[in-house]
């Protein structure tokens, strides 16, 4: 059974830092994309980067491109993001998601999703 | 980037009835696009993929079709577990996107 589970979230002041995990099982982690994905209390879904299997492309959103880094360890099947100089427009569930693949490689879907970490900023 | 723009914002419908949701792109995504379930205080799940692909589990009332730049998710008999909020997902480009949602509501 695919599992992924999302720590880290939390009050930050704005400007501050912090670092969300996930940690997944159930499936061979190495050979799949994986994303974050988030979404503001009562809002949509707002897509914010995207890593490869083997960690060597990442992607961001222009929202914040900069600012965060999407990262994995595949020894420990862990998928992270780092997100610095935070805004309260930062405040959202933040969803890991793993990546279906079509076409080849060039599509993406998410097939299996964590239940989310909440990031607040606020001072 | 691609913009994806989803209407109506929001519908109001009957157990029975049949349901469509659009979403229109920017630009061409070839079949490039996914449509997502979101029920309130649960992560998305996956519908339908590459515009027309029913995902694993999926009941069969969910399809998906549409090329280049405009798109549609139908449910064929409304269900109660279906009342929810859609969304769709360019994939055309790496920098991802998805639309702004679309509630079913009762």
């Known amino acids: 059974e695919v599992q992924l589970l999302e720590s880290g979230g939390g009050l930050v002041e704005p400007g501050e830092s912090l670092r969300l995990s996930c940690t997944a099982s159930?499936?061979?982690?190495?050979?799949?994309?994986m994303s974050w994905v988030r979404q503001a209390p009562g809002k949509g879904l707002e897509w914010v980067s995207n890593?490869?299997?083997?960690?060597?492309?990442?992607y961001y959103a222009d929202s914040v491109k900069g600012r965060f880094t999407i990262s994995r360890d595949n020894s420990k099947n862990t998928l992270y993001l780092q997100l610095n100089s935070l805004r309260a427009e930062d405040t959202a569930v933040y969803y890991c998601?793993?990546?279906?693949?079509?076409?080849?490689?060039?599509?993406?879907?998410?097939?299996?999703w964590g239940q989310g970490a909440l990031v607040t900023v606020s001072s | 980037d691609i913009q994806v723009t989803q209407s109506p914002s929001s519908l109001s419908a009957s157990v029975g009835d049949r349901v469509t949701i659009s979403c229109r792109a920017s630009?061409?995504?070839?079949?490039?696009l996914n449509w997502y379930q979101q029920k309130p205080g649960k992560p998305p799940k996956l519908l339908i993929y590459?515009?027309?692909r029913l995902q694993s589990g999926v009941p069969s009332r969910f399809s998906g079709s549409g090329s280049g730049t405009d798109f549609t998710l139908t449910i064929s008999g409304l269900q109660p577990e279906d009342f929810a909020t859609y969304y769709c997902?360019?994939?055309?480009?790496?920098?991802?996107?998805f639309g702004g949602g679309t509630r079913v509501e009762i």
């Open positions: 998601a793993k990546g279906k693949p079509y076409y080849g490689d060039g599509g993406l879907g998410f097939d299996y």
């Open positions: 159930g499936f061979s982690f190495s050979t799949y994309a």
């Open positions: 890593i490869r299997g083997n960690g060597d492309d990442t």
């Open positions: 630009r061409t995504l070839l079949t490039y």
């Open positions: 590459a515009a027309s």
């Open positions: 997902q360019q994939a055309f480009i790496s920098v991802l996107t």
